[in-house]
């Protein structure tokens, strides 16, 4: 496929022969044999899902102590690889050493549950999670490098705290989580936008902080989307994660987290990023004030976004900002649906609602190409 592109590139201009020659030269020095190398998988995912059903199926048969044990002794093995091979693979084949952590991370997570199994013991699940992040999560905040590790401890962090958060759950003496409790543990994940701003500015795990830090940003927009979502229904009254007490902790958090971020990066994007994660807090609070209405919950969620737009506009975010504009075209088209819900039964109905979709999407094609930022490294 390149040399078709490259081809077309030449008669266009774009490239002159030389400079293609010298593609070609350096692609064919470095290729990769992927039918080879699929092959290759395909063979130790067999070979791998053979040993997997070959333990199933004789599971019960197994004493449960050999089993912690044969686990126990993969997960001590993979970390003594880490440690003597790690630097040579952080070299040439970091992918190889992130791949390796993700394993042994996960491999972690499993002898938890392992463990509760064999001995038939109980605990909430936020308990072993919270374990896991005290034994494994320092090691791979270490060594990690990319969005495999960065998005495994986000995804154990947000766990954790969901499940801690469980109103049913008693704590210390209590019969049930207060709703301000509730509120701080699931605002958690939110504080790992600053925790990756900060550690990146101290020259630590680039790769691995940024990611952590977009990760944390990426939650604190979703969570003010769905709460935003959930006022058109009318379903911020009642006890738990909906109430007002427990979204004013949140917001408090998320403006806190804000500030943070601020102080961290004192550049155009890290002003935008602290924008955009003080008007999400903002956005939780006055969710409240258009509960019932469709129209005021689908003005505050476009609002939000158009925010989310115009921030990543300013700091330069070109992938943001394109899916800013078209979360905003697609509540735009479902806004036509329910606020046209009648004229949609007839046939006159589903024909403008059909053209206005198709303006919608040219406008934000439009809007996407005219006014995103460019592509990072692009000249």
Same mark, same amino acid.
């Given at each position: 496929?390149?040399?078709?592109?490259?081809?077309?590139?030449?008669?266009?201009?774009?490239?002159?022969?030389?400079?293609?020659?010298?593609?070609?030269?350096?692609?064919?020095?470095?290729?990769?044999?992927?039918?080879?190398?699929?092959?290759?998988?395909?063979?130790?995912?067999?070979?791998?899902?053979?040993?997997?059903?070959?333990?199933?199926?004789?599971?019960?048969?197994?004493?449960?102590?050999?089993?912690?044990?044969?686990?126990?002794?993969?997960?001590?093995?993979?970390?003594?690889?880490?440690?003597?091979?790690?630097?040579?693979?952080?070299?040439?084949?970091?992918?190889?050493?992130?791949?390796?952590?993700?394993?042994?991370?996960?491999?972690?997570?499993?002898?938890?549950?392992?463990?509760?199994?064999?001995?038939?013991?109980?605990?909430?699940?936020?308990?072993?999670?919270?374990?896991?992040?005290?034994?494994?999560?320092?090691?791979?905040?270490?060594?990690?490098?990319?969005?495999?590790?960065?998005?495994?401890?986000?995804?154990?962090?947000?766990?954790?705290?969901?499940?801690?958060?469980?109103?049913?759950?008693?704590?210390?003496?209590?019969?049930?989580?207060?709703?301000?409790?509730?509120?701080?543990?699931?605002?958690?994940?939110?504080?790992?936008?600053?925790?990756?701003?900060?550690?990146?500015?101290?020259?630590?795990?680039?790769?691995?902080?940024?990611?952590?830090?977009?990760?944390?940003?990426?939650?604190?927009?979703?969570?003010?989307?769905?709460?935003?979502?959930?006022?058109?229904?009318?379903?911020?009254?009642?006890?738990? @994660?909906?109430?007002?007490?427990?979204?004013?902790? =949140?917001?408090? &958090?998320?403006? /806190? %987290? #804000?500030? *943070? $971020?601020? +102080?961290?990066?004192?550049?155009?994007?890290?002003?935008?990023?602290?924008?955009?994660?003080?008007?999400?807090?903002?956005?939780?609070?006055?969710?409240?004030?258009?509960?019932?209405?469709?129209?005021?919950?689908?003005?505050?969620?476009?609002?939000?976004?158009?925010?989310?737009?115009?921030?990543? @506009?300013?700091?330069?975010?070109?992938?943001?900002? =394109?899916?800013? &504009?078209?979360? /905003? %075209? #697609?509540? *735009? $088209?479902? +806004?036509?649906?329910?606020?046209?819900?009648?004229?949609?039964?007839?046939?006159?109905?589903?024909?403008?609602?059909?053209?206005?979709?198709?303006?919608?999407?040219?406008?934000?094609?439009?809007?996407?190409?005219?006014?995103?930022?460019?592509?990072?490294?692009?000249?």
């Amino acid at each position: 496929m390149i040399d078709g592109k490259l081809s077309a590139w030449q008669r266009a201009g774009l490239l002159d022969a030389q400079t293609v020659a010298a593609i070609r030269a350096y692609e064919a020095e470095n290729a990769r044999p992927l039918v080879l190398w699929a092959a290759i998988g395909l063979g130790a995912l067999a070979v791998g899902l053979g040993l997997v059903s070959v333990v199933a199926a004789n599971w019960e048969d197994i004493p449960g102590r050999l089993r912690l044990a044969v686990h126990f002794l993969a997960l001590a093995g993979l970390a003594a690889l880490l440690w003597r091979l790690g630097r040579d693979l952080a070299g040439e084949a970091s992918w190889a050493e992130e791949a390796a952590l993700f394993v042994f991370g996960v491999l972690g997570l499993t002898f938890f549950g392992h463990v509760g199994q064999v001995y038939q013991t109980s605990a909430p699940l936020w308990q072993p999670l919270a374990a896991w992040l005290v034994l494994f999560a320092p090691a791979i905040a270490l060594r990690g490098s990319g969005w495999l590790t960065a998005g495994l401890v986000a995804l154990v962090v947000t766990w954790a705290s969901w499940g801690f958060a469980d109103p049913a759950r008693p704590l210390f003496g209590a019969e049930a989580r207060s709703d301000a409790v509730i509120g701080l543990a699931t605002a958690l994940p939110v504080l790992l936008a600053p925790l990756g701003a900060w550690m990146d500015r101290l020259g630590g795990r680039e790769g691995f902080w940024s990611r952590l830090e977009q990760l944390g940003f990426a939650y604190a927009i979703a969570c003010a989307s769905l709460v935003i979502v959930a006022s058109a229904f009318g379903e911020l009254d009642g006890d738990g @994660l909906l109430t007002f007490t427990a979204q004013g902790v =949140q917001a408090l &958090v998320g403006l /806190v %987290a #804000a500030a *943070l $971020v601020a +102080l961290a990066r004192r550049d155009p994007p890290g002003a935008s990023s602290a924008a955009v994660l003080a008007g999400s807090a903002l956005a939780i609070l006055a969710a409240h004030a258009v509960e019932g209405s469709q129209l005021g919950a689908a003005l505050l969620f476009m609002a939000l976004w158009v925010g989310i737009a115009l921030a990543a @506009l300013q700091g330069g975010s070109r992938g943001v900002f =394109q899916l800013a &504009v078209a979360t /905003v %075209a #697609a509540r *735009l $088209v479902i +806004l036509s649906f329910e606020l046209a819900s009648d004229l949609l039964t007839s046939g006159f109905g589903l024909i403008l609602a059909g053209v206005l979709i198709l303006a919608i999407a040219w406008g934000a094609v439009r809007l996407s190409r005219r006014l995103a930022p460019a592509r990072r490294g692009a000249a």
